[in-house]
Nanobody
Framework: QVQLVESGGGLVQPGGSLRLSCAAS????????WNWYRQAPGKQRELVAT???????NYADSVKGRFTIARDNAKNTVYLQMNSLKPEDTAVYYC??????WGQGTQVTVSS
């Protein structure tokens, strides 16, 4: 049974930083690309960042230069380092793989 557990969300002031983690189990973590999505209230879920099995990274234009996705295959964990956070980054963040397995989400709120 595949399980994805996100952590690291919270309330942060504009300009602040957070690091999200997604710990995976029940899957051969290193074989797959991993994604971070987010969904703000009243909006569609959007793809934020992707890291392939080979380590290639891609980002949404809205987060380029501020967010960094990383993976640790030894720990079966994917990370999202978020810097220079803006109020519009407020959303529930989800990790995903294979466009099928999803975590429960972690809330990120950027507000003064």
């Amino acid at each position: 049974q595949v399980q994805l557990v996100e952590s690291g969300g919270g309330l942060v002031q504009p300009g602040g930083s957070l690091r999200l983690s997604c710990a995976a189990s029940g899957i051969i973590f290193s074989s797959y690309a991993w994604n971070w999505y987010r969904q703000a209230p009243g909006k569609q879920r959007e793809l934020v960042a992707t890291i392939t099995s080979g380590g290639t990274r891609n980002y949404a234009d809205s987060v380029k230069g501020r967010f960094t996705i990383a993976r640790d295959n030894a720990k079966n964990t994917v990370y999202l380092q978020m810097n220079s956070l803006k109020p519009e980054d407020t959303a529930v963040y989800y990790c995903n793989t294979l466009q099928y397995y999803w975590g429960q989400g972690t809330q990120v709120t950027v507000s003064s």
